[in-house]
């Protein structure tokens, strides 16, 4: 008979935060190494402890225009603690990533978040 093990200690205060960042800019798109140079230089000093990168595609349209527009995206999620200190720091990456890449805005979504490591 299998036993069945109930995990019941959640670490507690954790959000789920998500970045949709696009990678068309004007006039050319973010390569994968000024990607990786932005992780390295912005992301990974702000969360040490790690974070995930996905490959994805967003469409949106643009103010005013009824064309969809498909870009080349990636969402970077990052589990973390829901204090001021962090939320600083993700304000910060969103900050630095629309300066360095031209961008008009970067999506955040929040969500608490039940981990268990």
């Known amino acids: 008979m299998a036993a069945i093990v109930l995990l019941s200690s ?5 959000y789920r ?6 990678l068309s ?5 973010v390569s994968e190494a000024e990607f990786d140079r932005f ?8 969360f040490p402890d790690g974070y995930t990168v ?17 870009e ?11 204090d001021a200190r962090s939320d600083a720091r993700i ?7 629309k300066s360095r890449f031209e961008q008009t805005s ?3 979504v929040d969500q608490p978040a039940k981990t268990r490591f």
């Open 10 to 14: 959640c670490a507690p205060g954790f």
């Open 17 to 22: 935060t998500e970045l949709y960042l696009g």
């Open 91 to 97: 304000e910060a990456i969103r900050q630095s990533y």
């Open 54 to 70: 996905v490959p994805a595609e967003g469409r949106y349209r643009a103010p005013g225009d009824l064309s969809t527009i498909t």
């Open 39 to 46: 992780l390295d230089d912005v992301v990974t000093p702000a």
């Open 106 to 108: 970067v999506l955040r």
């Open 72 to 82: 080349p995206s990636r969402v970077l999620i990052i589990l973390r603690q829901g």
């Open 25 to 29: 800019k004007p006039g050319s798109t």
